[in-house]
């Protein structure tokens, strides 16, 4: 899969396509219906299927201090895309100037003079240009004078996450943010995921005798509730990655009076692992606890033990089931 940052990224001669644009955080099983609808129609066509998204998140640009908790970096979405069959993503970058586009504008410099665009695909609530002022029937409008059609998929999919909501981005963040990541898990269709590079902490961990990876998370990243988690940890980008179980602490360590709020991932029964500066995933599968206060440190590591076992037990259970996330 072809990946560009910016218009002028796109190969010369780039031929007619079929487009899907959004934020597409996370790109959870709604959007998985939308990008999934344009890889058919592309398919169909004979053309490749394009998703164009932004960087920054549109909110930072025109509302500063807004940006949202990311469900997944820009890679990773690319990631999951390709596996949809997504031909090419295109990301751009979100600037003041670029805000101040019509909505005839946007179609013109990225639809048509670049993407040339035989189709867009889009969820009923899409909306671009300046102010938001473009919808799918402006779209559609702007479609019959540039020769490209407008498809509108109904991306409405629920569960029983939030209550039967309809499965979007938002209800996600609110999912992760109370710590209900097998709900989360649900609308994403695989495990919540946080990235980060592992960092040296305290090592009070390893005193205890359960070592911890202290991953500093990417900015913005949408961070589970404090807790402690079964899940898995998988050093990414070293030839075939390993999803190892692990128990996963979120928090600030109230037992030592932190202030910081970490994520820390204990590899359950992996010993003399050396992961300093490596980039790692910590795929979160279920809620254990809150994080708790104890009255000293052989009750703290008792609870420590429990923990453990119950992750072991949760984690091989899953993977029976195939639950076990990919890299």
Not at 52 to 80: I, K, N
Not at 223 to 239: K, N, Q, S
Not at 277 to 285: K, P, Q
């Amino acid at each position: 899969m072809q990946r560009w940052r910016g218009l002028e990224d796109i190969p010369e001669g780039w031929g007619r396509s079929v487009v899907t644009i959004g934020s597409y955080d996370g790109v959870h099983r709604g959007h998985q219906l939308i990008i999934g609808k344009a890889v058919e129609r592309a398919r169909d066509l004979g053309v490749p299927a394009v998703v164009v998204t932004f960087d920054p998140h549109p909110s930072e640009v025109v509302r500063p201090g807004s940006h949202p908790p990311l469900l997944a970096p820009h890679h990773r979405r690319a990631d999951l895309m390709a596996e949809l069959g997504v031909d090419a993503v295109l990301v751009l970058p979100f600037t003041q100037e670029f805000s101040q586009l019509s909505p005839a504008d946007f179609v013109v410099k990225v639809l048509v003079d670049k993407l040339h665009a035989r189709a867009v695909v889009e969820g009923p609530n899409f909306r671009f240009g300046h102010k938001a002022a473009g919808n799918v029937d402006i779209l559609a409008e702007l479609g019959a004078t540039y020769d490209y059609d407008v498809d509108v998929v109904d991306l409405f999919a629920r569960g029983e996450a939030g209550g039967g909501a309809p499965f979007s981005s938002t209800l996600t963040r609110t999912l992760v943010a109370e710590g209900d990541v097998t709900g989360a898990a649900e609308v994403l269709g695989r495990p919540h995921r946080v990235e980060g590079v592992v960092v040296r902490g305290a090592q009070r961990g390893r005193a205890l005798g359960f070592p911890t990876a202290n991953v500093e998370t990417l900015p913005h990243t949408a961070v589970p509730a404090d807790g402690v988690y079964a899940g898995w940890l998988t050093v990414l980008g070293e030839g075939a990655p390993e999803a190892m179980p692990a128990a996963v602490s979120v928090g600030t360590n109230p037992q030592f009076d932190g202030t910081e709020r970490t994520v820390e991932a204990y590899a359950i029964d992996r010993v003399g692992l050396e992961l300093y500066g490596l980039h790692v995933a910590v795929d979160f599968l279920a809620w254990i606890r809150g994080q708790e206060k104890f009255d000293s440190l052989g009750a703290l590591t008792d609870r420590m033990t429990e923990d453990v076992d119950l992750c072991r037990t949760l984690v091989a259970e899953a993977d029976a089931a195939g639950a076990t996330p990919r890299a």
